[in-house]
């Protein structure tokens, strides 16, 4: 049977069950025997990370060439425009490559749990909030696209992969699903 486990990462949390210095990981979130991340989520970046007990799944969900959406909420240092989206959309040029969103939007600062610590405030910078989806995932890739463009990321929050969302989960919660297993191939 492959289980899927849709657990919202808290901030300040590896993408790992070990660590050897003794950072905070997903063992002291999930005792479900037998399941591992399916791609990674930043320590300091929030929220969607799934796990699986398949391989399969696992790679299909972890894999650029499967082209899973996943969309995240950045807070950023700056006010956003339409003129950040074009440039994310168009692309930006990374040490890596070129990186280009799929979709960009400016968002009003969506109703989240609260941070801790918080993020740093700066009265004399505006804070804005983009809703960015891409279809790939270099390391650290959207905190680079938003340096990019000029808007250094403070906050950044994973809000869906693919078909798969938060849909409520509070930091450190999950929830556990079984699936079929020709989907899971």
């Not at 950045?74 to 979709?103: F, P, T």
């Not at 009003?108 to 960015?132: C, F, G, M, T, Y």
């Amino acid at each position: 049977m492959t289980k899927l486990i849709i657990f919202n990462k808290p901030y300040r949390v590896l993408s790992q069950f070990t660590d050897d210095t003794d950072r905070a990981t997903l063992a002291h979130y999930i005792k479900i025997p037998d399941v591992y991340p399916a791609g990674r989520l930043d320590y300091d970046s929030e929220g969607l990370l799934l796990l699986t007990n398949n391989g399969s799944l696992q790679s299909r969900i972890s894999h650029p060439k499967y082209k899973f959406r996943k969309t995240y909420w950045i807070q950023v240092e700056g006010q956003a425009n339409e003129q950040h989206c074009h440039e994310l959309l168009s692309g930006v040029q990374l040490k890596d490559g070129l990186a280009r969103a799929l979709s960009c939007r400016i968002v009003a600062e969506p109703k989240l749990w609260r941070r801790s610590p918080p993020i740093r405030v700066r009265k004399d910078i505006p804070e804005s909030w983009i809703e960015l989806t891409i279809g790939e995932g270099k390391n650290r890739q959207v905190r680079r696209m938003s340096a990019a463009v000029g808007l250094p990321t403070l906050r950044l929050i994973r809000k869906s992969i693919g078909p798969w969302q938060l849909n409520g989960l509070r930091p450190g919660q999950f929830r556990s699903e079984t699936m079929d297993a020709d989907y899971a191939r």
